[in-house]
């Protein structure tokens, strides 16, 4: 193996990265070393790349980016048990401590210190990364590359999206992002009875159709909680799912959910928010889950068997494909994506 | 109103029924008096039919049959609120009474005063049919008759397989009867995502294929232990659902079911079982979920729901439609049924 | 019967209320006059003698105040089939109409077209009311008086609190009315490991004491966030309960709750409150549930059997117990009443 | 440190054990070697030193029984992080392989490939054993040895009872060993309004009582049926839980166990049981929960905060405490152990 490798890094406490040579990364005993043959562009990689306020008070440069892949085991640390070289593997970003009263009781995805990948240690927009045993999935060796590396965003709509039966349920899913794309997919293959998608983008709201929404609905032109209160006979969905983090999103979510409904908030506020707890949460009896991550490894689980059984499409969410010498192109599309991209996957 | 109708009539103790004249039912203030448009023919009619051992402990002839249905509202009792002349409904066949412990804290289907239309009051293969209000459910206009009609049967099936999520997950259901093939069905559209269907009639695996079924076993060919576990890497499905009664059925599907899995009991077995409680049930961490009726009214909406939105097609379960003149020719249908026919329906 | 009874009645549209004589209610067919032998003071029956600004939208004058009360059944509905003359009965304040989703789902107590006693029609603070037979409770005859018209009150408190298990877990319960001190008895024997009250009125603290609370912070004077985040070093509590409904507490609340626990929304805040949803819900993966009322009769089950075992005492909750005719000084007690009061039983 | 060290060891394949000399265990680089200050005896290890059927199958001996301590650790292997010399500790006897589909889904407890301490390994009825990093738990300075050693068959009890909520519930509990007694105490102070105890000696009954339950009978003389039957007027209890592990516990438990209700499975039937599925379990809509061991770490820390919190007392249960020396006394004493011992702890 040649000792270095070409990599996106951020050099600095500036906006931008570049790609350049460093030193292919070395293993601890309970690491492997993977080649990297997928791996895609989520909306944190583009903060950083940014270099908004979030990512100058939590990233310390020089950091390679990116935490979504798809490649191939080449080395294997001493202490590794479960996996072996030439093994395809994807990994989940959350590396839990396996330490706190979170890790002990299941809720690894929350660990009280959590190391994220491409956030807290370097990441695999890269030739090569190095990913703990701990959180490595190995793929069925027939699941495309580009299935597979978005895996993990897709695993944050599985677990937002079925964190409750939807079979036979109606639901209202706001934001057009790949999560909420991705979402709605989830919903429509696992019996949601009928999807409302909201979104802002007229593109994306094409994706939605073609992923299974029944009714689509642009907040930029529509009345909103108007139109789904009306088609449920005033009575509201029986599930929201706030994939969108905004104040109109999460409050218009509230007002077309039924009484004792279900509010997932997965979508990520800026500020705090206001909620009207009285009217929208308490006398409604809703249940709102908090959802961050993707439960280890039980949405592993259900992703694999979504895209492996065939049931769940997810290709008209992954809108371009471009060689990770690109990924200034990437980070471009991603910026203005709304209009012309939802999901980039780059090919080292 | 004509002041008689005809009903296909248990007179006696004995094998058999007959179709024959008698009064249309005068309805209490709590009850609807129904045009029946369809009924179908559930098994619990072929044992009253045929007379056997349960039958002749439970029915008091005379005694009108049949407990699926679609109808029209033609008269309303004074204390009725919320149904009017013209609705189109079907209703719930397990009238509750309300007032026990299982009524007061949301399990009506399960009460303990259980009134049971077709077997403790008269039935609905009949021109007409007394329903008390709290058991009459609404169809949307658009739902065909025969669907309309089969949505009791269809609960059980709806209520056993979604008891818990399915979405992602590996199943096996045993038995190859109407409520099997409707789960296989239920299962699929609500993301399950391997199906393996156990029966012993080459017509019904034949439909078990046609309602989404990934793997068709006959259990008269098929080493069907071996097959599923060889299938899961020796590991077992997720969730075993039976819908067959019988010991074999139950023992086969504790062996192929996954430690920590969900097992569904629904067919009837006519004796007591054995079971291997400590090796498949307590060393497995094994839960099994006893489900007997439809929860009122949950699992309607969800029936509805999946059948209104076209999610689900049930048509292949439905291989007869006869008038109900014809109801002799549909219990020798029901009764060699296995080889030639799975869910008949009678229209009046 | 005498045809007249003395009532609390609001007659105009301003604050008070006064004893006078009205007509004693006639009964609807599903429906009990009720010989009410003790009736207490909740919150609401304030807002509504105050007259407050949501009085003053809701409430229809004249009207009987009143909602909480143990009686005596004295003249039975000819419909009414579970009650007879004689029955020692509670209410459920909370009369469900039967026919929405939420009424066909088992959420009858969040029902789409709610009528609340005492307020959408005459209370209880009076010589009779009638009842429905539907929310009528039947009372084990060795539960004494004020025990059995509290239960009302009590049930919000074991529905809050027993909405997920608590045994073995630590909670902090915000809020010292009748209901927070309630919660905290009904933690404590149901296994909550270790109970931190927080409330701002000495009395209130001195019976959250003596109903079990392990810790006891006076939000005036304690760095309530400071000192339960210390207490667990650092990782917060597994449950937190907010009884209290200020932007405060619930602020608070979410600050003091572990990554993955588990938050109950009861009090009502008068106003939208600032939620940071990002920090506080979604990354530390929480879940609100958002309670009103009580499940029926899941709760009032449970209620009775807490009591009727003797394992939970809330006398140290009923501060006050003075004949219905002192019903004025009864609500300048509860007006003050942090100071001096918690739950005031009235007798007619 | 000497090198040797006394323990208990089945030297051949026969019946009994006898305590020797052996090496002090040499640690792996994930484990930690602890002194050992107690260890309980388990009806597995009466199992072991009878050498019944089951031993035979199972033990490879040389071996060291014994899998419940309490103990301090004095080395750490190289790559444990969690844990340092001088930490007081007891440890999960399940030994999970973190690689399988259950321990993916934190169902470890029953790991597909499970390992377990005294049986499958070197126990510690000894001076010193080497214990896994991962399955050690840290105990609180202040707790009694003898209650550190029982934790594991405790937290059986605890999460057999609280599978699912017991608060404001009745139950039955079947079985009088350690178990059944622990579970009794478990049950009371987590809520449960009435707890019926099944057992057959009347010392241990003595002990049921002790631990609160509310009624006891002895199957020897009570018409253990007719009388839950005739306290619960004809219902049945909410939850029934069998410790006990006969056929006549399981067939009676289901009987006294109301429609809907909840049946814990707990106790190790010998051979395979007769269960009347259809009217015992499908008609009544009950729910079966096969446990066995201990969820990993959720009950451990519920077993800790009940006994932290001095809530629940395990002191009746723990009848005899003996030196690690005369632990053929404690066998003996296990073995006729009904008439005067339940649970026994021995000190090296």
Not at 6 to 18: D, H, R, T
Not at 137 to 163: H, R
Not at 211 to 228: P, T
Request: net charge negative; with cysteine; proline share 5%.
């Amino acid at each position: 193996m040649t000792e270095r490798m070409k990599a996106v890094v951020k050099l600095e406490a500036a906006p931008g990265a570049q790609m350049t040579s460093v030193k292919i990364p070395e293993i601890k005993p309970n690491e492997v070393l993977v080649k990297v043959k997928a791996t895609s562009i989520c909306g944190t990689d583009v903060h950083i790349y940014k270099w908004d306020e979030w990512a100058r008070r939590r990233i310390r440069p020089p950091q390679i980016l990116g935490h979504e892949l798809a490649g191939e085991v080449v080395e294997v640390g001493k202490e590794v048990k479960s996996l072996k070289v030439g093994d395809y593997i994807s990994a989940e970003s959350h590396i839990p401590c396996g330490s706190c009263i979170q890790c002990k009781t299941g809720q690894q995805h929350i660990c009280a210190n959590l190391e994220i990948l491409g956030v807290d240690r370097n990441g695999c927009f890269a030739e090569y990364v190095a990913i703990p045993e701990a959180v490595a999935w190995k793929n069925d060796p027939e699941l495309p590359l580009e299935f597979a590396s978005v895996q993990e965003p897709l695993g944050n709509s599985v677990y937002a999206t079925l964190v409750t039966e939807v079979a036979g349920k109606t639901m209202a899913i706001f934001g057009d992002g790949p999560t909420g794309l991705f979402a709605i997919g989830v919903a429509k293959v696992s019996g949601a009875a009928k999807v409302f998608a909201v979104g802002r983008h007229p593109r994306r709201l094409e994706i939605a159709k073609e992923m299974g929404a029944d009714v689509v609905l642009n907040e930029r032109e529509a009345d909103v909680v108007e139109e789904i209160l009306s088609a449920t006979e005033g009575i509201g969905v029986d599930i929201v799912q706030d994939m969108a983090g905004t104040q109109a999103a999460i409050e218009e979510g509230l007002e077309v959910l039924r009484k004792g409904g279900r509010f997932t908030a997965f979508g990520i506020p800026p500020e705090p928010v206001r909620i009207d707890l009285a009217k929208n949460v308490i006398f409604k009896g809703v249940t709102i889950y908090g959802i961050n991550g993707r439960e280890m490894f039980d949405t592993w689980f259900k992703v694999a068997n979504l895209l492996g059984s065939g049931l769940l499409d997810i290709s008209p969410v992954i809108t371009h494909k471009l060689p990770l010498e690109d990924f200034e192109r990437g980070f471009e599309l991603m910026m203005k994506r709304p209009k012309v991209a939802a999901k980039i996957v780059l090919f080292p």
